[in-house]
Protein backbone atom coordinates (compact mmCIF):
# COMPACT_ATOMS: atom_id res chain seq x y z
CA UNK A 1 0.00 0.00 0.00
CA UNK A 2 1.36 3.79 -0.82
CA UNK A 3 1.80 5.46 2.59
CA UNK A 4 3.71 7.77 4.52
CA UNK A 5 6.26 6.16 6.58
CA UNK A 6 8.15 8.15 9.58
CA UNK A 7 10.93 6.81 11.17
CA UNK A 8 11.70 6.18 14.24
CA UNK A 9 8.16 5.76 16.18
CA UNK A 10 9.75 6.95 19.31
CA UNK A 11 13.01 9.10 19.73
CA UNK A 12 15.01 9.96 23.05
CA UNK A 13 17.83 12.46 22.87
CA UNK A 14 19.24 14.25 25.52
CA UNK A 15 18.88 18.31 25.84
CA UNK A 16 21.37 20.24 23.49
CA UNK A 17 21.75 17.18 21.40
CA UNK A 18 21.26 16.82 17.81
CA UNK A 19 18.17 14.45 16.76
CA UNK A 20 17.31 14.02 13.00
CA UNK A 21 13.54 12.45 12.29
CA UNK A 22 13.17 10.75 8.95
CA UNK A 23 9.76 10.49 6.73
CA UNK A 24 9.27 8.79 3.44
CA UNK A 25 6.50 8.28 1.00
CA UNK A 26 5.91 6.23 -1.81
CA UNK A 27 2.42 8.05 -3.05
CA UNK A 28 4.78 10.48 -4.75
CA UNK A 29 3.72 13.38 -3.97
CA UNK A 30 4.82 16.81 -4.94
CA UNK A 31 4.79 18.56 -1.19
CA UNK A 32 6.10 17.15 2.11
CA UNK A 33 4.92 19.04 5.47
CA UNK A 34 6.50 18.42 8.68
CA UNK A 35 3.71 19.25 12.05
CA UNK A 36 4.49 19.62 15.41
CA UNK A 37 1.32 18.10 17.67
CA UNK A 38 1.74 18.65 21.37
CA UNK A 39 -0.52 17.30 23.94
CA UNK A 40 -3.93 17.57 23.34
CA UNK A 41 -3.49 20.48 20.63
CA UNK A 42 -3.75 20.82 17.34
CA UNK A 43 -0.95 19.62 14.91
CA UNK A 44 1.44 23.14 14.23
CA UNK A 45 2.93 23.55 10.72
CA UNK A 46 6.94 24.09 11.35
CA UNK A 47 7.05 24.21 7.27
CA UNK A 48 7.13 22.25 4.03
CA UNK A 49 8.31 21.26 0.59
CA UNK A 50 6.88 22.11 -2.99
CA UNK A 51 9.01 19.94 -4.90
CA UNK A 52 12.55 21.35 -4.03
CA UNK A 53 10.95 24.82 -2.87
CA UNK A 54 11.22 25.04 0.63
CA UNK A 55 8.63 27.13 2.80
CA UNK A 56 9.21 28.10 6.04
CA UNK A 57 6.05 29.41 8.79
CA UNK A 58 7.32 32.48 10.11
CA UNK A 59 7.00 31.23 13.50
CA UNK A 60 8.85 28.18 13.54
CA UNK A 61 12.25 28.29 15.31
CA UNK A 62 15.54 28.60 13.95
CA UNK A 63 16.42 25.12 15.66
CA UNK A 64 14.51 23.65 13.42
CA UNK A 65 15.48 22.44 9.79
CA UNK A 66 14.48 20.34 7.25
CA UNK A 67 16.31 18.48 4.07
CA UNK A 68 14.40 16.64 0.97
CA UNK A 69 17.18 15.27 -0.97
CA UNK A 70 14.58 12.97 -3.14
CA UNK A 71 11.12 13.52 -3.38
CA UNK A 72 10.05 10.19 -1.15
CA UNK A 73 12.45 11.85 1.28
CA UNK A 74 12.36 14.36 3.86
CA UNK A 75 14.28 14.76 6.91
CA UNK A 76 13.18 17.30 10.19
CA UNK A 77 16.78 18.05 11.67
CA UNK A 78 16.04 19.84 15.83
CA UNK A 79 19.78 21.19 15.96
CA UNK A 80 20.13 21.72 19.78
CA UNK A 81 16.66 20.41 21.64
CA UNK A 82 15.37 22.39 24.11
CA UNK A 83 12.71 20.55 26.63
CA UNK A 84 10.11 22.48 25.45
CA UNK A 85 10.70 20.68 21.82
CA UNK A 86 9.60 17.54 23.65
CA UNK A 87 6.72 16.48 21.16
CA UNK A 88 5.02 14.45 18.62
CA UNK A 89 6.33 15.23 15.21
CA UNK A 90 3.73 14.23 12.28
CA UNK A 91 4.71 14.29 8.40
CA UNK A 92 2.31 14.49 5.53
CA UNK A 93 1.87 14.77 1.67
CA UNK A 94 -0.13 15.71 -0.88
CA UNK A 95 0.01 16.16 -4.60
CA UNK A 96 -0.89 19.76 -4.07
CA UNK A 97 -1.11 22.56 -1.69
CA UNK A 98 -5.08 22.05 -1.84
CA UNK A 99 -5.48 18.72 -1.86
CA UNK A 100 -5.94 16.25 1.12
CA UNK A 101 -2.84 15.41 2.63
CA UNK A 102 -1.91 11.60 4.21
CA UNK A 103 0.18 11.60 7.21
CA UNK A 104 2.49 9.20 8.90
CA UNK A 105 2.34 7.84 12.19
CA UNK A 106 4.61 9.94 13.94
CA UNK A 107 7.51 10.62 15.47
CA UNK A 108 7.28 10.79 19.46
CA UNK A 109 10.62 13.08 20.56
CA UNK A 110 11.48 13.00 24.55
CA UNK A 111 14.02 14.70 25.39
CA UNK A 112 15.92 13.90 28.76
CA UNK B 1 -10.44 36.48 13.43
CA UNK B 2 -10.18 34.12 10.66
CA UNK B 3 -10.33 30.73 12.56
CA UNK B 4 -11.86 26.77 12.73
CA UNK B 5 -13.71 26.69 15.42
CA UNK B 6 -14.63 22.96 17.21
CA UNK B 7 -16.73 24.18 20.03
CA UNK B 8 -17.03 20.92 22.47
CA UNK B 9 -13.79 19.66 23.57
CA UNK B 10 -14.75 16.40 24.83
CA UNK B 11 -17.87 15.01 24.23
CA UNK B 12 -19.14 11.22 25.30
CA UNK B 13 -21.71 9.14 23.96
CA UNK B 14 -23.15 5.50 24.31
CA UNK B 15 -22.09 2.76 21.91
CA UNK B 16 -24.52 2.44 19.54
CA UNK B 17 -25.96 6.33 20.01
CA UNK B 18 -25.88 9.04 17.02
CA UNK B 19 -23.26 11.58 16.90
CA UNK B 20 -22.43 15.24 16.16
CA UNK B 21 -19.16 16.94 15.97
CA UNK B 22 -19.36 20.66 16.06
CA UNK B 23 -17.65 22.76 13.59
CA UNK B 24 -17.98 26.19 12.21
CA UNK B 25 -14.70 28.61 10.40
CA UNK B 26 -14.64 32.15 9.67
CA UNK B 27 -12.97 32.84 6.45
CA UNK B 28 -14.75 35.62 3.72
CA UNK B 29 -14.92 32.69 1.02
CA UNK B 30 -15.69 29.01 1.62
CA UNK B 31 -12.49 26.94 1.98
CA UNK B 32 -11.73 23.76 1.34
CA UNK B 33 -13.12 21.82 4.55
CA UNK B 34 -11.85 18.48 5.77
CA UNK B 35 -12.02 16.19 9.06
CA UNK B 36 -9.50 13.86 10.27
CA UNK B 37 -9.28 11.62 13.09
CA UNK B 38 -6.34 10.49 15.23
CA UNK B 39 -6.24 7.49 17.67
CA UNK B 40 -3.90 7.50 20.81
CA UNK B 41 -0.61 7.74 19.29
CA UNK B 42 -1.47 7.96 15.39
CA UNK B 43 -1.08 10.01 12.68
CA UNK B 44 -4.25 11.77 11.66
CA UNK B 45 -6.39 9.90 9.12
CA UNK B 46 -8.67 11.79 6.51
CA UNK B 47 -12.31 10.77 6.89
CA UNK B 48 -13.90 13.14 4.86
CA UNK B 49 -13.28 16.45 2.36
CA UNK B 50 -15.49 18.76 0.95
CA UNK B 51 -14.67 21.05 -2.16
CA UNK B 52 -18.18 22.03 -3.84
CA UNK B 53 -21.13 20.83 -5.20
CA UNK B 54 -23.35 17.95 -3.34
CA UNK B 55 -23.33 19.31 0.51
CA UNK B 56 -23.73 16.07 1.77
CA UNK B 57 -20.26 14.40 1.63
CA UNK B 58 -19.97 10.52 2.54
CA UNK B 59 -16.73 9.48 4.20
CA UNK B 60 -15.21 6.39 5.80
CA UNK B 61 -16.21 4.50 8.19
CA UNK B 62 -19.78 5.23 8.31
CA UNK B 63 -19.29 9.10 8.52
CA UNK B 64 -20.79 11.91 6.81
CA UNK B 65 -20.92 15.83 7.00
CA UNK B 66 -23.00 18.38 6.04
CA UNK B 67 -21.37 22.02 4.52
CA UNK B 68 -23.92 24.65 5.46
CA UNK B 69 -22.42 27.87 3.82
CA UNK B 70 -25.60 30.06 5.76
CA UNK B 71 -23.88 28.49 9.24
CA UNK B 72 -20.07 28.46 8.38
CA UNK B 73 -20.61 25.20 9.68
CA UNK B 74 -18.92 21.37 8.61
CA UNK B 75 -20.95 19.52 11.39
CA UNK B 76 -19.62 15.51 10.95
CA UNK B 77 -22.00 12.57 11.88
CA UNK B 78 -22.15 9.32 12.50
CA UNK B 79 -25.98 7.32 13.00
CA UNK B 80 -24.58 4.80 15.60
CA UNK B 81 -21.35 4.80 17.04
CA UNK B 82 -18.95 2.34 17.53
CA UNK B 83 -16.51 1.69 20.29
CA UNK B 84 -13.93 1.46 17.92
CA UNK B 85 -14.83 5.46 17.21
CA UNK B 86 -12.96 6.58 20.19
CA UNK B 87 -10.36 9.12 19.44
CA UNK B 88 -9.72 13.20 18.65
CA UNK B 89 -11.49 14.48 15.56
CA UNK B 90 -9.97 17.42 13.93
CA UNK B 91 -11.63 20.12 11.44
CA UNK B 92 -9.56 21.60 9.36
CA UNK B 93 -10.03 24.34 5.94
CA UNK B 94 -7.61 24.88 3.37
CA UNK B 95 -8.06 28.46 1.86
CA UNK B 96 -7.56 28.99 -1.42
CA UNK B 97 -6.68 32.79 -0.80
CA UNK B 98 -4.39 34.88 0.85
CA UNK B 99 -0.57 34.44 3.36
CA UNK B 100 -2.32 31.46 4.57
CA UNK B 101 -3.35 29.78 0.96
CA UNK B 102 -2.79 26.35 0.91
CA UNK B 103 -1.94 25.77 4.97
CA UNK B 104 -4.25 23.59 6.49
CA UNK B 105 -5.78 25.44 9.61
CA UNK B 106 -6.93 22.96 12.31
CA UNK B 107 -9.49 23.61 14.78
CA UNK B 108 -8.71 22.25 18.47
CA UNK B 109 -9.96 19.31 18.30
CA UNK B 110 -12.34 17.20 19.78
CA UNK B 111 -11.87 14.05 22.31
CA UNK B 112 -14.81 11.54 21.30
CA UNK B 113 -15.04 9.24 24.47
CA UNK B 114 -17.31 6.08 23.58
CA UNK B 115 -19.09 4.42 26.81
CA UNK B 116 -20.06 0.82 26.49
Known amino acids: DAMVIQNPRYQVTQFGKPVTLSCSQT?????MYWYQQKSSQAPKLLFH???????NEADTPDNFQSRRPNTSFCFLDIRSPGLGDAAMYLC???????????FGDGTRLSIL | AQSVTQPDIHITVSEGASLELRCNYS??????LFWYVQSPGQGLQLLLK??????LVQGIKGFEAEFKRSQSSFNLRKPSVHWSDAAEYFC??????????????FGKGTKLSVKP
Open chain 1, 49 to 55: YYDKDFN
Open chain 2, 92 to 105: AVVLNYGGSQGNLI
Open chain 2, 27 to 32: YGATPY
Open chain 2, 50 to 55: YFSGDT
Open chain 1, 92 to 102: ATSSRRDQPQH
Open chain 1, 27 to 31: LNHNV
